[in-house]
Structure formats: C-alpha cells, structure tokens
C-alpha cells in the first residue's frame, strides 16, 4: 500500500544539470512525473558540488560526473533546472521553502520540490553567501561531503581525521543556519563535528541520508549514541538506500529488508520521532529493490509486515521531517 512520503536526499539535478529532463525521464531513479504517480509528498533536490574524479571510477560507485563549471555556476545552473521545471509544471510540483507550504501543497494534491545543498564548500568560508543561499531558496546545507571544507572535516575510517570538529567559520556557520531558519545536515560529516553541533545547534537538525553504524560499521553511519543524541535534539535521520551503507556483506545489492532494518533500529534507539528516509536516489548503483518512487510502497509494505503501526509509517514517511522543518526552519 502506498504513503505519501518525503525523502530527504536525491543527486538527479547533478544528473540532469546538461540534458535538463528532469520531469520525465525514466532512464534516471527520480523524476517528478514518477514523483506525482506515485503520491510522492516531497522531495529534497539536493546541488551536489562533485569532486573531479575519473570516469572509470564514477561508473563503478555511481557517483555523477560534474560538468566542467566553477561551484556558483553549477549552483546557478542546477536551480535554474529545477525551477524551470517547476513553473512548467505547475499543475503537478511546487517548490516549498517551509513545512507549511509542503502541508499546502499535499492538501491541494501537488507534490513539492525543496532545494538543498550537498557539500558546504561552495559557501567558501562566506556568511554572506551562505545568506545568499538561503535568499536563493535552499533550505538544508550538507556541511561536509568527503572532504573537508571550510565548515569542518567529512566521516573518515582513520580515528584522527574522524575525531575532528568544525572549523571556526563552522560554529559560526551553524548558528547563522539556526538564526536564518535552515537545516543543518551531519550527513558525511565527522563524528568530531557532529558532536560539535550538538553543542552548538539550538535548533533540531538532520541526518538528510544516513543509517546505523551498529548494522553497517560504514563511518558513514551514525552510532546508537549519536542517534540518541539527534533525537533528544528533534531532529531526524533519512535512511539511506545505498548497498555500502545498509550492510558488510560486499554484495552492492539494497534490498527493502535490510532497509527496514535500518528504520526499525532508529524507531528503537532514537524512537518513532527521529525516524525518516533519504534514499540517495541518482546517487548511487548496485542492485536495487528500490529504484524509483513507483517502488516505495514495497517498503512501507514491509514495515506494516514488521508491525509498525499506520501512524508510525506516516511518521516515517513524512511527519517526522515535517516537524523537524517546521521546528529550525
């Protein structure tokens, strides 16, 4: 049975930034006709700033090959994309910049597309341009990816660059993101940083696509301890779809299995109030249960299987980020 849901993470504007199909093409995990047919709440378009990596290596972890632009005109490119397709569309899609304007969207049977950022650097240890940001309608930074950048250091198998914080402009940045009313994202972030926004955040904060360390060792994933912790805060995690992060098992394949028990273990460390999902679409390969909105009733399915309760899954799906935004934004 299906659930209007939220997910808090996808890479297909990168994907789309060149051919610009990002309405309908199936070729991709994410486009918003797919969004629309399937009851899809909203979802979280993240601009991905790419590492210059070679092809070869793209292919095999499906990460998106950056066009050859500076940051700010990937940035003003990337959002051009999404807006366009949305004032095209406006039968179907709205962007949103709060909970309110999702809630008003979903009552009048329109999804919503909210813009994010993923990987910090292109603020450039600016607080201006991290106004700018906001001004320009993004509503969630990813501080780091898998390097680090002028908020902090990324999550890191090696126990010193893991244990570092953020960087001055970090703490800085992070109550200048709670003063403008934009989520603050730990995902890739370094266990030294995320303990830094637990002291300093004043507002919940998120974990746009990220799972549990005590089922995937990945540094990735977020420890029963940090969950904990984000929870007391308000916040919410995305469970990620990923193969690397759901388990150790080598095989790249992310089965609705192991992704329930992903979501199970946030309901029981963290509780049913930080539980959420953040699927990674068009940023990711392998062999995936889950490939596309048509696809995620087989999760929910899953869950009432495993004895959720109706409200725990619209919890999951959607309320929990809700609340998060309607609380820090």
Not at 13 to 27: A, Q, S, T
Not at 279 to 301: N, Q, V
């Given at each position: 049975?299906?659930?209007?849901?939220?997910?808090?993470?996808?890479?297909?504007?990168?994907?789309?930034?060149?051919?610009?199909?990002?309405?309908?093409?199936?070729?991709?995990?994410?486009?918003i006709r797919r969004m629309a047919e399937a009851g899809q709440c909203a979802q979280f378009f993240a601009v991905f700033f790419p590492p210059k990596i070679p092809e070869d290596v793209a292919r095999r972890t499906g990460i998106p090959l950056p066009p050859p632009l500076s940051d700010d005109e990937l940035f003003e490119k990337a959002r051009a994309l999404l807006l366009d397709t949305v004032a095209r569309h406006p039968d179907v899609i709205r962007l949103a910049l709060s909970a309110e304007d999702i809630e008003r969207n979903f009552k009048e049977g329109l999804c919503s597309a909210v813009l994010t950022v993923e990987d910090g650097r292109a603020v450039a240890g600016d607080l201006d341009k991290l106004r700018a940001f906001y001004d320009a309608g993004v509503r969630a930074i990813a501080l780091t990816w898998n390097s680090a950048n002028c908020f902090g250091y990324p999550n890191s198998p090696d126990p010193h660059e893991m244990?570092?914080?953020?960087?001055?402009?970090?703490?800085?940045?992070?109550?200048?993101?709670?003063?403008?009313?934009m989520l603050v994202d730990v995902s890739h972030l370094s266990d030294g940083g995320f303990w830094d926004i637990i002291a300093l955040s004043q507002k919940?904060?998120?974990?746009?696509?990220?799972n549990c360390r005590a089922l995937c060792r990945h540094p990735r994933n977020l420890t029963d301890e940090q969950i904990r912790a984000l929870a007391d805060k308000g916040g919410a995690v995305g469970v990620n779809f990923v193969p690397e992060f759901l388990t150790e098992d080598g095989e790249r394949q992310s089965r609705v299995e192991d992704?329930?028990?992903?979501?199970?273990?946030?309901?029981?460390?963290?509780?049913?109030?930080?539980?959420?999902?953040?699927?990674?679409?068009?940023?990711?390969?392998?062999?995936?249960?889950?490939?596309?909105?048509?696809?995620?009733?087989?999760?929910?399915?899953?869950?009432?299987a495993r004895g959720l309760t109706e409200r725990q899954i619209e919890k999951v799906a959607r309320l929990n980020v809700l609340r998060v935004m309607r609380d820090a934004l």
């Open positions: 049975m299906a659930c209007a849901y939220i997910d808090m993470h996808c890479d297909t504007l990168l994907k789309e930034i060149e051919g610009g199909r990002l309405y309908d093409n199936p070729e991709n995990m994410v486009d244990n570092r914080g953020l960087t001055e402009f970090g703490r800085q940045a992070v109550l200048e993101m709670n003063r403008l009313g919940p904060f998120i974990a746009s696509h990220s992704i329930c028990r992903h979501v199970l273990h946030l309901v029981d460390v963290g509780g049913e109030d930080c539980a959420a999902l953040g699927s990674d679409f068009d940023g990711m390969g392998g062999k995936l249960e889950i490939g596309s909105p048509a696809e995620m009733d087989r999760l929910f399915d899953a869950l009432r």
